[in-house]
């Protein structure tokens, strides 16, 4: 999905109460580079619920990309439907400059079925050559003077609980309506009408 083709007042999917645009968007299309951990966590589950694989497969650290690729990330993505994300406060990352851990519950639906993946993340922040910045000037200034930039990247994560939560009728009230962070609008319908089409 291109992500310039979406409304500009579309809700973040990564629930952060603001719009799309103004959230991922610019980190995901490369027009800006992310500041922290957990922003660069928002923005992938952003891209997994577009899927946008080659942006997941990118923001890998360079230990993990030789385990994935774009292919099998995309078959994932688009086997899911992403509804929300659910971010709990992580202690003791501060002070760490270098290595950060954001954990988070990813809701989605396979099969009809509402699932819920519960994960502490590692992220490094590691040297990167020149990625291509389309809009930030301050960014671009940094690239010109080609002093390594380093970049927030996920390394690896540890799975605390991967769970079946409920198995979903075509009339249920779609699951959507029970995350306050789900980026649908959310209007009392029917699954069949809202995540199920």
Not at 162 to 179: F, G, Q, T, V, W
Request: with cysteine; hydrophobic share 35%; glycine share 2%.
């Amino acid at each position: 999905m291109n992500t310039n083709s979406i409304n500009t007042t579309q809700a973040c999917f990564c629930g952060a109460n603001c719009d799309f645009s103004s959230c991922c968007q610019p980190y995901i299309n490369k027009e800006m580079l992310v500041q922290t951990a957990e922003q660069l966590m928002r923005s992938r589950f952003s891209a997994y619920a577009l899927g946008n694989a080659q942006y997941i497969y990118d923001t890998y650290a360079k230990s993990s990309q030789a385990a994935q690729s774009v292919e099998n990330i995309d078959d994932w993505s688009k086997a899911c439907v992403w509804i929300a994300l659910k971010v709990y406060p992580v202690v003791n990352n501060v002070n760490n400059t270098t290595e950060q851990f954001v954990e988070f519950s990813a809701f989605y639906i396979i099969n009809n079925t509402l699932c819920e993946l519960r994960e502490k993340s590692r992220f490094i922040l590691e040297e990167s050559m020149s990625p291509t910045i389309t809009e930030n000037t301050e960014v671009k200034e940094q690239l010109s003077l080609n002093a390594p930039l380093k970049q927030w990247r996920y390394i690896d994560g540890d799975i605390i609980s991967h769970s079946e939560l409920a198995n979903i009728k075509r009339n249920d009230l779609c699951p959507c309506n029970h995350y306050p962070t789900a980026w649908q609008s959310k209007k009392g319908k029917k699954f069949k009408h809202c995540c199920g089409k």
